[in-house]
């Protein structure tokens, strides 16, 4: 638990780093899981600032996206992969044919292959090395909602109406949120061989308690990751004011 958001954010940019450079000093990439939102925004501007200031390289860094909306087009302005060019990707030397994330535009038929490769091409990289989460208000990792498998893979899912509510400031209004997204899978998650759980201010407290504290169910997808020993949850003290 860290006095701010600024300073957890802070704290997680420099465990990505030193990742990073440890691998790079052992002529190995990185593979890392990222995710979008408002919570990692300020673990994606240290980044670039270590970047920019402090000569850390993306040379040797893929990623992998959890999560896209379906459909999105990429150029949307809501997409995830503007999100990702305008808060990391564009200001850092990372080869673009490194960066992976769920394709919005491709037809129904061919997602299920789609998933497939994404995971095939995560395992076959040597898995995630870590893999970075937000939460939302109803409990999802990813956008793996209420009901989700603890062992499900990379899939196409309905969005919670609470995940569309909360999404419908940045699509102009709920009706415009889709109904639909891909994800990776709470099981994908669980692979990777770290996992660092963010959350910041008050309105997150209630669902950080229920993670943390509450019974292990599908109903909160994040209490599975009780079930893991890799799993650090970091947040802010507003997050954490709930916990007892
Ligand atoms: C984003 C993602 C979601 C978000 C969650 C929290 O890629 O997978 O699980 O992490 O909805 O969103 P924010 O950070 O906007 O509160």
Redesign the pocket.
Known sequence: VYGNQQQASVAVAGRIAALIRGKEAKGEKTVLGL?????PIGVYAELVRLHKEEGLSFKNVITF???EYYPMQAAAAQS?VTFMNENLFSHVDIDKSHVNIPDGTLSLDEVPAFCLEYEQKITALGGLDLQI????RTG????NEPGSAPNSGTRLVTLDDL?RNDASRDFGGKSNVPTKAITMGVGTIFKAREIILMAWSLKKAPIVKKAVEGEISGEVPATYLQLSDHVEFVLDEAAASSLT
């Open positions: 995710a979008t939102g408002v919570t996206n959890l999560d995830y989460l937000g939460i939302g999802h990792i990813g956008f995940t």
